[in-house]
């Protein structure tokens, strides 16, 4: 493995490197010389977005940079309309030379699209997970995609342990007796539990699951377990946390799981039905990573048939007649799903905003990328939270913060 330093030194030159290929092939969306076009696709927010001018991420208040980009003389599109060949996505995409998109209203960037996008050099994701655009056709065209580095993480974490805690206490059945003007302590507290002296494990340790694992510390959990490809650094590993080898044995011992780790091409499905029957009977489920890590279909039927005693979910938007919507234990509780807002507080709205903003700013004045935001740079992998890769950079992800 490349000492750390080494690592740093090779993605600064990487990025060296795209930012002349960048100025030297340079083609611009008009006949000014100074213009770039810019797209981004985020999601409406109404009469919220009105009322609250913190809420960034909408198409209203544009991640804070529509005056900006303006005022420098750049096109700046702004849409949530992203579905279908004649969306404003694909219509502006062709000619876009910048595309930002954000976790929570994902524009699918895939091959095709690329194929077809003539002037763009560079995507921004505007929080963290890149996951939908085709990282693999991105690297074929040169094409530079960067998020914001931790912009997130502590919103999701917190989020985390939230969840861990609203599933092991029975949280949302006994909430909504209340609303519905009932009182029956027993019906709630057959299923309630302490999170203490549970065993709670994370796949993927990186700067998510290590914060989970962190917080999990003053709860006097049995055990705090992880599992990833990748070891902690060693001025952050801790007998607190203990590492295991193989996922199968991870889950075997956990009564909690927690699922951290980006979507690439060895985690999609990776919770299917076999490995759901891997876990401990009666586990608690929390994915706040991707959708597509767990099979709708395998944790639905873990959840009836008691394998699963609860699933909490904060991924991507779900079409209406998503499974997981109305999937209950045998119970009829442990259903923990909530819209994809973890990681866009307005505190990590403000964050992520900042960081978009300065990876453009860097673009349109030929700087280098911090390469902590980088995720795909002159046609290689300049992070490995996508996966392991023979021949590539070993990235600027390590597990842990």
Not at 138 to 150: D, F, L, P, Q, R
Not at 185 to 213: H, M, P, S, W
Not at 363 to 375: F, H, S
Request: a neutral charge; one cysteine or more.
């Amino acid at each position: 493995m490349l000492p750390l330093q080494a690592v740093r030194s090779r993605l600064v030159s990487a990025s060296h490197r795209q930012l002349y290929n960048l100025n030297k092939n340079r083609t611009f969306s008009t006949t000014s010389s100074n213009m770039v076009k810019v797209l981004a696709v985020l999601y409406k927010g109404g009469q919220a977005a009105k009322e609250e001018a913190r809420l960034l991420g909408t198409i209203e208040n544009s991640l804070g940079i529509s005056e900006w980009l303006k005022k420098e003389g750049h096109e700046f599109i702004v849409t949530d309309d992203k579905e279908g060949p004649d969306s404003q996505f694909q219509n502006h995409i062709a000619d876009a030379e910048i595309l930002v998109t954000t976790p929570f209203h994902p524009g699918y960037l895939t091959a095709d699209l690329i194929g077809k996008a003539k002037n763009l050099k560079l995507c921004v994701t505007a929080g963290v997970g890149s996951d939908h655009i085709d990282l693999d056709a991105a690297n074929k065209k040169n094409i530079t995609v960067a998020e914001v580095s931790g912009s997130n993480v502590v919103s999701v974490a917190e989020h985390v342990v939230m969840s861990i805690l609203l599933l092991v206490r029975n949280f949302v059945p006994a909430h909504e007796q209340i609303v519905a003007d009932d009182w029956n302590v027993a019906q709630i507290a057959r299923n309630a539990f302490d999170l203490e002296g549970k065993t709670v494990g994370t796949v993927g340790c990186g700067r998510i699951g290590y914060r989970v694992l962190e917080r999990l510390r003053g709860f006097n959990c049995k055990e705090l377990l992880w599992f990833d490809y990748t070891d902690l650094p060693e001025d952050k590993k801790t007998p607190d946390f203990k590492r295991v080898d193989k996922l199968e044995d991870m889950l075997a011992k956990c009564d909690v799981v927690t699922i951290n780790c980006p979507l690439h091409e060895k985690t999609r499905g990776l919770f299917n039905d076999e490995i759901i029957s891997k876990m401990k009977k009666g586990a608690w489920l929390v994915n706040t990573a991707r959708g597509a890590i767990c099979d709708r279909n395998a944790v639905k039927k873990a959840l009836e048939s008691g394998q699963l005693n609860g699933y909490a979910g904060d991924v991507q938007p779900a079409p209406k007649d998503h499974p997981w919507r109305h999937a209950f234990n045998t119970l009829g509780g442990g259903n923990g799903m909530v819209p994809h807002y973890s990681g866009t507080t307005l505190d990590a709205q403000a964050r992520y905003a900042n960081g978009a903003k300065d990876i453009i700013q860097r673009y349109l004045a030929g700087k280098e990328q911090d390469p902590a935001n980088l995720i795909v740079i002159d046609g290689d992998y300049a992070s490995k939270a996508y996966g392991q890769r023979e021949k590539k950079p070993t990235g600027q992800k390590p597990a842990g913060p």
